[in-house]
């Protein structure tokens, strides 16, 4: 017995001589901790915790290995079924705080666990020589079947095609796959790639081993969540690039990589490949099958290199009863991630354009619970997700980031924004005798930003039809009123598309109709509404602690981004009129972008998860600007077109040029030192929900709360637009227990507040919401003028808005929209075009200045009753407030910019909202007889006499542009520059 003892002892630190060790005790946990710990069943019992361990590990790490002395430095590891770890140091049964770097052995054993074993593996208690020796089979099958797929598809394929054109066929797919084992953790890391010729070739296995080597170093760095996408991202660039050719480099650098895959076309490629015939249409594969035998060519290689580490690994267990070292797990799960992550492409490219027959197949392949009756879209999309939560588990365990799953989580938590559904218990039915085209409906009390309305509608003798649709809440705030959606019809057009109505809304948009006319001709009787249920945005504010991507690659693929279709979509309820449809320019569904950094930790009201990476001396916090209004899909459900802490591409794209010209500052000799002693953050939250008074305390409360105050002795707010007024308003947060009472606010710890073309009296553009008011629209009714009869041409104002064509004809036709149909104004820019917001952080940033907003209303609504609506574009208090009490002018820089005709823009609906706001001053002043000129200039979103703080003069800076709409301002290289001479200026301070 002792003898044995020995011996097992002894091949276990033969074994476990480099690094940590890792053995699972949950079937023996009792008798392991009488024998490790030598205490009584009661002593164990009151140190342990009262929690069921779902999972035991018993932990031996290097020092322990080396010094021999076993009885010391073993460590026991405990998780229950919330996933809570507990670690604990043998044989005192002492409890660990905060847990050590062991927990990456653990996370790694239980990742590899669930990789190769049923999804609820996790419950079962498996041995580790049990998971390594029987799920083998699983290998030698899908090689097997791999393998069986293959020459079938190769035999005919031979037959059908001259013998040398497969023979290039397989001369390209043999270059390419060895391409991939040698080329792909280098793209990832940013290294200039080129495919150089081998002086001899290499055994697969030899490149493998190599290949997950370099990428277990690039996983040891991840992060988030963001990197699993980045890696199916840049999977994509990569395979379409070798594609193309494998033989000779494409590029050097990874931008000019993606320059050349977006310059070729299908066109250019001339070989076929056998997958396309039976799994693939010709005429959209988009070279889809050649990335597929690829991906699958790479995968036989991958399963018979896993399953030969497999083998060295069961050898391992049976030598040392149980352990298995930390280096060994980690090295297998790097390849296994490689295997899934070609998985999760394969069926990303069989989703997209591969047939059912194809789905069938991959799923034979991929999923062994998958029965052949079964309905394959749905087991398709579940296997997938399932493959994603695999991979997901593997980054985890691999990361260095000690907080690496805390911080997985958190981000997973920010892919949609957080809506909560609130049903109606007793849903009310409004019976409507008829309605217009765009028709008010009153609410009594909503419980949420949005109601889901079921509408049902009869025509004339028609068979009554039902319709759902989202609309957003106007509240009280912005309705002057009773809160109110706004219904609209033009979906039953469409519905009725061929008959008479559809082909009146034909007429509509394409000529010009009298819309007063149209509403008399729908006829649309027995309209009933109900509304089952509201949807709640929750406020979202974190912020996220930023790492400047230097060295490596992130990449993030853009969905549902082409704003036409999204515009068009919402205004008639998902279903998109064929003549329009065609008149949409089309945007490529998921362009790929590279972006320059990822979070490493987040700061909430309520929690934080902090890296190991010490923080320097300065920091500096970006605030981003207004977020339009979600679209929601016809499930409801928000459209994220990016993923985690963005969601927005405006969000993700705002400063990536910042922390591009940032880092090429850090390195460069002159002035580099400063830059390096920063930390970078970004506070995130929706624009919508709360105010910008609201956002700012929050911000001031997470500084405080967790020692931003005491550990920067430099602090710099930057925002842009909104985001300005937001880091105003934390500066001027009384803080509750402030580290110096002689310093009550944030602003006393700030060093500089640098705002980027912020409203700081309000955007006259946002003041327009407050025109939804079922009085105004009635008495504009009621006030009849034969003389201006109501004409629009509404594909013209559409085309204007989304593409910037017939901007001047629009211009005209917006601001009698505005006049004589203020709802549709409602309509148009909270639904399609998402720059109207009528929610509390929208209205907050409305233009303040009472003149000009009364001289605007008695131009509009003069001739209805000037003394009743003189004041409705009047806005709240809250930047009239801010303006007056702000006690940190002296240290506040201001940005500002404005354009002309001759700019260029970066997007379309701007020459719009420029002529607009230019042309509407110069009317006022006309019609009212006051000068008003000082409110022309204007970036297309702001005002210069908002941006500049025109006439208050209490110690601000001011630093002026030209030619730079409100969206390119936080891009300019030029406008940048000058922002880096702040920082570093402030810096000396």
């Given at each position: 017995?002792?003898?044995?003892?020995?011996?097992?002892?002894?091949?276990?630190?033969?074994?476990?001589?480099?690094?940590?060790?890792?053995?699972?005790?949950?079937?023996?946990?009792?008798?392991?901790?009488?024998?490790?710990?030598?205490?009584?069943?009661?002593?164990?019992?009151?140190?342990?915790?009262?929690?069921?361990?779902?999972?035991?590990?018993?932990?031996?790490?290097?020092?322990?290995?080396?010094?021999?002395?076993?009885?010391?430095?073993?460590?026991?590891?405990?998780?229950?079924?919330?996933?809570?770890?507990?670690?604990?140091?043998?044989?005192?049964?002492?409890?660990?705080?905060?847990?050590?770097?062991?927990?990456?052995?653990?996370?790694?054993?239980?990742?590899?666990?669930?990789?190769?074993?049923?999804?609820?593996?996790?419950?079962?208690?498996?041995?580790?020589?049990?998971?390594?020796?029987?799920?083998?089979?699983?290998?030698?099958?899908?090689?097997?079947?791999?393998?069986?797929?293959?020459?079938?598809?190769?035999?005919?394929?031979?037959?059908?095609?001259?013998?040398?054109?497969?023979?290039?066929?397989?001369?390209?797919?043999?270059?390419?796959?060895?391409?991939?084992?040698?080329?792909?953790?280098?793209?990832?890391?940013?290294?200039?790639?080129?495919?150089?010729?081998?002086?001899?070739?290499?055994?697969?296995?030899?490149?493998?081993?190599?290949?997950?080597?370099?990428?277990?170093?690039?996983?040891?760095?991840?992060?988030?969540?963001?990197?699993?996408?980045?890696?199916?991202?840049?999977?994509?660039?990569?395979?379409?690039?070798?594609?193309?050719?494998?033989?000779?480099?494409?590029?050097?650098?990874v931008a000019d990589w993606m320059k050349y895959v977006q310059s070729v076309t299908v066109k250019d490629v001339g070989i076929r490949s056998p997958y396309r015939q039976p799994f693939f249409t010709a005429q959209n594969t988009v070279f889809a099958d050649l990335q597929t035998a690829l991906l699958l060519d790479a995968q036989k290689e991958l399963a018979i290199w896993i399953q030969a580490e497999f083998q060295k690994m069961v050898q391992q267990v049976s030598r040392t009863f149980g352990f298995l070292t930390g280096e060994s797990l980690e090295k297998v799960l790097s390849g296994v991630f490689l295997f899934d992550l070609f998985s999760q492409k394969t069926m990303t490219l069989i989703d997209r354009y591969g047939n059912e027959t194809a789905r069938r197949k991959v799923l034979d392949l991929y999923n062994p619970q998958y029965m052949p009756g079964q309905e394959s879209q749905t087991v398709f999309s579940e296997t997938q997700e399932r493959i994603r939560e695999e991979l997901v588990r593997m980054m985890v365990g691999i990361s260095d980031h000690t907080n690496a799953y805390s911080l997985f989580h958190e981000s997973l938590l920010t892919t949609v924004p957080a809506l909560e559904v609130r049903p109606v218990s007793q849903p009310h039915t409004f019976s409507l005798a008829s309605a217009e085209l765009v028709q008010p409906l009153e609410l009594d009390k909503p419980l949420g930003h949005f109601a889901e309305a079921v509408m049902s509608v009869r025509v004339g003798t028609r068979k009554a039809d039902t319709f759902t649709k989202m609309f957003p809440v106007f509240p009280s705030e912005t309705t002057r009123d009773k809160p109110l959606i706004l219904l609209d019809f033009f979906w039953f057009a469409i519905k009725q598309w061929g008959q008479t109505l559809g082909k009146l809304l034909g007429l509509m948009l394409n000529r010009t109709i009298d819309i007063i006319e149209v509403e008399n001709r729908l006829e649309m009787r027995g309209i009933e509404v109900t509304i089952p249920r509201y949807y709640e945005m929750r406020p979202y504010a974190d912020l996220w602690r930023m790492h400047p991507a230097d060295d490596r690659n992130i990449f993030v693929a853009v969905q549902n981004n082409n704003a036409e279709i999204n515009a068009v979509r919402n205004l008639f309820g998902g279903v998109i009129p064929d003549f329009l449809a065609g008149d949409i320019d089309t945007i490529p569904a998921d362009p790929i972008y590279r972006i320059h950094r990822y979070p490493i930790e987040v700061y909430t009201a309520a929690k934080d998860i902090r890296s190991y990476m010490p923080r320097k001396n300065r920091a500096i916090i970006l605030l981003h600007g207004k977020q339009a209004l979600p679209n929601f899909t016809s499930e409801k459900t928000v459209m994220v077109n990016v993923p985690y802490i963005w969601r927005t591409e405006a969000r993700l794209r705002v400063w990536d040029p910042l922390y591009v010209q940032w880092m090429a500052r850090t390195k460069s000799a002159e002035g580099g030192s400063v830059y390096a002693t920063y930390d970078l953050y970004e506070f995130v939250y929706d624009t919508s929900v709360l105010p910008a008074r609201d956002y700012g305390q929050i911000l001031a409360g997470i500084l405080h709360d967790y020692g931003f105050l005491r550990d920067y002795k430099t602090l710099v707010l930057m925002g842009h637009s909104m985001g300005g007024i937001v880091a105003r308003e934390a500066a001027n947060t009384r803080l509750s227990l402030p580290p110096d009472p002689q310093k009550p606010y944030l602003g006393d710890y700030l060093h500089a507040i640098i705002t980027l073309d912020s409203p700081h009296y309000g955007s006259i553009l946002e003041n327009f919401v407050f025109t939804v008011n079922t009085e105004l629209k009635e008495r504009i009714r009621e006030a009849k003028q034969p003389d201006d009869i109501f004409r629009i041409n509404l594909l013209e104002l559409l085309r204007a808005l989304l593409r910037n064509d017939y901007a001047d004809q629009s211009l005209q036709i917006l601001l009698t929209i505005v006049a004589k149909n203020p709802e549709l104004v409602g309509k148009l820019f909270t639904e399609m075009v998402s720059f109207l917001d009528p929610f509390p952080g929208g209205v907050s940033l409305s233009y303040t200045v009472d003149a000009y907003t009364e001289g605007i209303a008695d131009y509009l609504y003069g001739k209805v009753d000037n003394r009743r609506f003189n004041e409705i574009l009047r806005a709240p208090e809250d930047l009239r407030l801010l303006n007056r009490e702000d006690r940190f002018y002296d240290r506040t820089y201001l940005f500002t910019s404005v354009i002309d005709e001759r700019s260029t823009l970066s997007k379309p609906t701007y020459a719009l909202l420029y002529a607009l706001m230019k042309t509407t001053t110069q009317k006022v002043t006309f019609h009212t007889n006051h000068d008003f000129s000082i409110h022309e200039a204007n970036d297309a979103v702001v005002s210069l006499y908002s941006q500049q703080m025109a006439g208050s003069d209490k110690g601000q800076s001011r630093i002026a542009f030209r030619g730079i709409d409100h969206t390119a301002v936080p891009m300019e290289k030029s406008v940048l520059d000058r922002v880096f001479e702040i920082i570093v200026a402030v810096s000396g301070r």
């Amino acid at each position: 017995m002792i003898k044995t003892l020995f011996l097992s002892v002894f091949l276990g630190i033969w074994t476990l001589t480099f690094g940590v060790s890792i053995q699972d005790i949950t079937l023996t946990l009792g008798s392991r901790l009488s024998s490790e710990t030598r205490k009584s069943d009661e002593e164990i019992h009151t140190r342990l915790p009262s929690f069921t361990a779902l999972k035991a590990f018993l932990i031996l790490d290097e020092e322990a290995a080396e010094s021999l002395r076993i009885g010391s430095n073993r460590y026991l590891f405990l998780t229950d079924t919330s996933g809570e770890w507990k670690e604990y140091s043998l044989p005192s049964l002492s409890p660990i705080s905060p847990i050590n770097s062991h927990i990456k052995t653990v996370t790694n054993y239980m990742a590899l666990l669930t990789a190769f074993l049923d999804s609820d593996a996790m419950v079962q208690n498996t041995s580790v020589y049990h998971l390594l020796s029987s799920k083998m089979e699983y290998m030698d099958i899908f090689s097997g079947e791999l393998e069986r797929l293959q020459l079938s598809l190769y035999e005919p394929f031979k037959k059908q095609a001259l013998r040398e054109s497969f023979t290039d066929y397989l001369s390209h797919l043999y270059e390419g796959k060895k391409q991939i084992f040698q080329s792909l953790p280098g793209f990832f890391l940013q290294e200039a790639v080129s495919f150089k010729p081998l002086d001899f070739e290499p055994a697969f296995s030899d490149l493998i081993d190599q290949t997950v080597s370099e990428w277990n170093l690039l996983m040891n760095q991840v992060y988030t969540p963001l990197q699993y996408d980045s890696f199916l991202s840049g999977l994509s660039i990569f395979l379409e690039g070798l594609t193309l050719n494998p033989k000779t480099p494409v590029a050097a650098t990874v931008a000019d990589w993606m320059k050349y895959v977006q310059s070729v076309t299908v066109k250019d490629v001339g070989i076929r490949s056998p997958y396309r015939q039976p799994f693939f249409t010709a005429q959209n594969t988009v070279f889809a099958d050649l990335q597929t035998a690829l991906l699958l060519d790479a995968q036989k290689e991958l399963a018979i290199w896993i399953q030969a580490e497999f083998q060295k690994m069961v050898q391992q267990v049976s030598r040392t009863f149980g352990f298995l070292t930390g280096e060994s797990l980690e090295k297998v799960l790097s390849g296994v991630f490689l295997f899934d992550l070609f998985s999760q492409k394969t069926m990303t490219l069989i989703d997209r354009y591969g047939n059912e027959t194809a789905r069938r197949k991959v799923l034979d392949l991929y999923n062994p619970q998958y029965m052949p009756g079964q309905e394959s879209q749905t087991v398709f999309s579940e296997t997938q997700e399932r493959i994603r939560e695999e991979l997901v588990r593997m980054m985890v365990g691999i990361s260095d980031h000690t907080n690496a799953y805390s911080l997985f989580h958190e981000s997973l938590l920010t892919t949609v924004p957080a809506l909560e559904v609130r049903p109606v218990s007793q849903p009310h039915t409004f019976s409507l005798a008829s309605a217009e085209l765009v028709q008010p409906l009153e609410l009594d009390k909503p419980l949420g930003h949005f109601a889901e309305a079921v509408m049902s509608v009869r025509v004339g003798t028609r068979k009554a039809d039902t319709f759902t649709k989202m609309f957003p809440v106007f509240p009280s705030e912005t309705t002057r009123d009773k809160p109110l959606i706004l219904l609209d019809f033009f979906w039953f057009a469409i519905k009725q598309w061929g008959q008479t109505l559809g082909k009146l809304l034909g007429l509509m948009l394409n000529r010009t109709i009298d819309i007063i006319e149209v509403e008399n001709r729908l006829e649309m009787r027995g309209i009933e509404v109900t509304i089952p249920r509201y949807y709640e945005m929750r406020p979202y504010a974190d912020l996220w602690r930023m790492h400047p991507a230097d060295d490596r690659n992130i990449f993030v693929a853009v969905q549902n981004n082409n704003a036409e279709i999204n515009a068009v979509r919402n205004l008639f309820g998902g279903v998109i009129p064929d003549f329009l449809a065609g008149d949409i320019d089309t945007i490529p569904a998921d362009p790929i972008y590279r972006i320059h950094r990822y979070p490493i930790e987040v700061y909430t009201a309520a929690k934080d998860i902090r890296s190991y990476m010490p923080r320097k001396n300065r920091a500096i916090i970006l605030l981003h600007g207004k977020q339009a209004l979600p679209n929601f899909t016809s499930e409801k459900t928000v459209m994220v077109n990016v993923p985690y802490i963005w969601r927005t591409e405006a969000r993700l794209r705002v400063w990536d040029p910042l922390y591009v010209q940032w880092m090429a500052r850090t390195k460069s000799a002159e002035g580099g030192s400063v830059y390096a002693t920063y930390d970078l953050y970004e506070f995130v939250y929706d624009t919508s929900v709360l105010p910008a008074r609201d956002y700012g305390q929050i911000l001031a409360g997470i500084l405080h709360d967790y020692g931003f105050l005491r550990d920067y002795k430099t602090l710099v707010l930057m925002g842009h637009s909104m985001g300005g007024i937001v880091a105003r308003e934390a500066a001027n947060t009384r803080l509750s227990l402030p580290p110096d009472p002689q310093k009550p606010y944030l602003g006393d710890y700030l060093h500089a507040i640098i705002t980027l073309d912020s409203p700081h009296y309000g955007s006259i553009l946002e003041n327009f919401v407050f025109t939804v008011n079922t009085e105004l629209k009635e008495r504009i009714r009621e006030a009849k003028q034969p003389d201006d009869i109501f004409r629009i041409n509404l594909l013209e104002l559409l085309r204007a808005l989304l593409r910037n064509d017939y901007a001047d004809q629009s211009l005209q036709i917006l601001l009698t929209i505005v006049a004589k149909n203020p709802e549709l104004v409602g309509k148009l820019f909270t639904e399609m075009v998402s720059f109207l917001d009528p929610f509390p952080g929208g209205v907050s940033l409305s233009y303040t200045v009472d003149a000009y907003t009364e001289g605007i209303a008695d131009y509009l609504y003069g001739k209805v009753d000037n003394r009743r609506f003189n004041e409705i574009l009047r806005a709240p208090e809250d930047l009239r407030l801010l303006n007056r009490e702000d006690r940190f002018y002296d240290r506040t820089y201001l940005f500002t910019s404005v354009i002309d005709e001759r700019s260029t823009l970066s997007k379309p609906t701007y020459a719009l909202l420029y002529a607009l706001m230019k042309t509407t001053t110069q009317k006022v002043t006309f019609h009212t007889n006051h000068d008003f000129s000082i409110h022309e200039a204007n970036d297309a979103v702001v005002s210069l006499y908002s941006q500049q703080m025109a006439g208050s003069d209490k110690g601000q800076s001011r630093i002026a542009f030209r030619g730079i709409d409100h969206t390119a301002v936080p891009m300019e290289k030029s406008v940048l520059d000058r922002v880096f001479e702040i920082i570093v200026a402030v810096s000396g301070r």
